[in-house]
């Protein structure tokens, strides 16, 4: 079997391959696949070409869920600092 260079663990076909496999699981999964990701590797179109790959599977498969999730932009985090984190501004 030849290694596919966007999953060469296999960690993301063997997710696929388990029965009742859960989203905390899969999420799991992910995290392994993503560190084991080059660093110079774009993740996004790797996550983008693995959906089609498995195009064939189930959208509620939570390995598809995942995969989906992994393509949302996310926020940064705010920081409120100084006196606006510790005093509530609402009740002045």
């Keep these: 079997m030849d290694r596919d ?3 060469p663990k296999g960690l993301i076909r063997e997710a696929y391959r388990i029965d009742g496999i859960t989203v905390a699981e899969c999420r799991t999964i992910f995290l392994d ?3 084991g990701v080059p660093v110079e590797a774009e993740i996004k179109n790797l ?21 989906v999730a992994a393509l949302q ?20």
């Design 5 to 7: 260079p966007r999953d």
């Design 47 to 67: 996550v983008q070409e693995l959906l089609v790959q498995y195009a064939d599977q189930p959208t509620s498969h939570p390995m598809t869920q995942t995969l």
């Design 33 to 35: 696949w993503a560190l």
């Design 73 to 92: 932009d996310t926020q940064a985090p705010r920081r409120r600092g100084g006196r606006a984190a510790r005093v509530d501004l609402s009740r002045t």
